[in-house]
């Protein structure tokens, strides 16, 4: 089978496709033969050695397909079974394994794509809007990077709930996404200065809530768009890390609050992964929730693929097909 390897970190371009022998699963995994890989940001970070992984590995945790085989001790799972994970041993292959407990059912009318597309992203949506910060009807919260993959998903469920969304987008052709989605105002803040734009649009008083997946280039500013005791969530940094930071400043900002979540802790037990994958899963079902793909690439273009991702030329999700 063709597998996307990284021996040593770098660019683009130390992601190799190699072959490799198809693995067995061990006890308690099972073996999954990949239709959709989900393309996102984490590996771009794993693969220039900002988050450590020790190497060599297989890039990829998003798949979705169908199970080829189960290890001993696994009785939940049948082969045929149509799953889907952000937690698989290496997803940018044809076949992988995953701990069994980690994959998630798929409904019969959501497609192995939908699913790849939306599993990590959408339940990170799904825990922001609903954990992090439980969004009510009537307040307001800025979404950055909004017509990204995170985002177009946030803007739609932060509206459903009832939420002023407003966004920020680096392209006309983004903005026009993001309003779609949901978002009632948006912003290009590559071209005007967003924490005034927020002050205006909400008459100087701010918003409830901050989901920030831009990091370094927003962070500070997005501070500043805050209401007293609103909610700062840093959930991600595609423009790089935020500096080193003075806890003070979150007393003189107005008692703020500030976060930095990640999906392993909000869906840590398998019920939690089931209730949280189960609600995304079910609104992509049922059509309440829309799953763009903006590009799909086959695997063995996976550098090409990140490429995109990195040189922000992409709108919701990116798939690669083996
Ligand atoms: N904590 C969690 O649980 C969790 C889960 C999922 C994702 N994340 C994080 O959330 C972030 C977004 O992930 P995603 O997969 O949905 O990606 P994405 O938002 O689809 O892509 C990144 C977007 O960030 C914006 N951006 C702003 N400055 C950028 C820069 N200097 N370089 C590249 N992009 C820049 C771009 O949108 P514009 O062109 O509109 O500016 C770009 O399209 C990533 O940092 C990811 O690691 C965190």
């Not at 006890?27 to 239709?35: C, D, F, H, S, T």
């Not at 699913?115 to 954990?131: E, H, K, P, R």
């Not at 998903?153 to 459903?160: S, V």
Request: glycine content about 10%.
């Amino acid at each position: 089978m063709k597998v996307v390897r990284v021996s040593r970190h770098g660019g683009p371009e130390v992601l190799q496709v190699e072959d490799a022998e198809v693995p067995r699963p061990g006890p308690g995994q099972a073996l999954v033969r990949v239709e959709a890989v989900g393309l996102n940001f984490i590996e771009i970070y794993q693969r220039t050695g900002l988050y450590k992984a020790p190497l060599p590995f297989t890039a990829g945790s998003e798949a979705a397909g169908s199970v080829e085989a189960v290890g001993p001790g696994v009785t939940t799972l049948r082969p045929g079974d149509r799953v889907v994970s952000s937690n698989i041993l290496g997803a940018y292959a044809e076949y992988a394994l995953a701990q069994a407990e980690r994959l998630v059912p798929l409904p019969d009318n959501v497609t192995t794509r939908q699913a790849a597309a939306v599993m990590l992203q959408g339940t990170t949506a799904q825990y922001l809007t609903t954990s992090t910060f439980p969004l009510r009807a009537g307040q307001t919260c800025l979404v950055h990077a909004a017509a990204g993959g995170v985002g177009l998903l946030l803007c739609q469920m932060a509206a459903r709930i009832g939420a002023r969304v407003i966004g920020t987008v680096s392209t006309e052709e983004k903005a026009a996404l993001a309003r779609a989605a949901g978002a009632q105002d948006v912003i290009l803040y590559t071209t005007s200065d967003f924490e005034s734009e927020v002050k205006r649009l909400t008459d100087g008083a701010g918003v409830h809530v901050v989901y920030d997946s831009v990091g370094r280039t927003t962070f500070t500013k997005s501070l500043n768009c805050l209401l007293p005791r609103g909610m700062m969530v840093l959930f991600g940094q595609s423009s790089g890390p935020v500096e080193p930071f003075e806890l003070q400043t979150l007393a003189q900002k107005g008692s703020l609050f500030l976060t930095r979540p990640t999906i392993g802790h909000y869906t840590a037990t398998r019920a939690e992964l089931l209730d949280r994958a189960g609600q995304v899963l079910g609104s992509v079902a049922s059509g309440a929730l829309a799953v763009r793909i903006g590009r799909e690439f086959p695997l063995a273009q996976a550098e090409e693929a990140q490429q995109e991702l990195e040189g922000r030329r992409t709108t919701g999700k990116v798939l690669l097909i083996p």
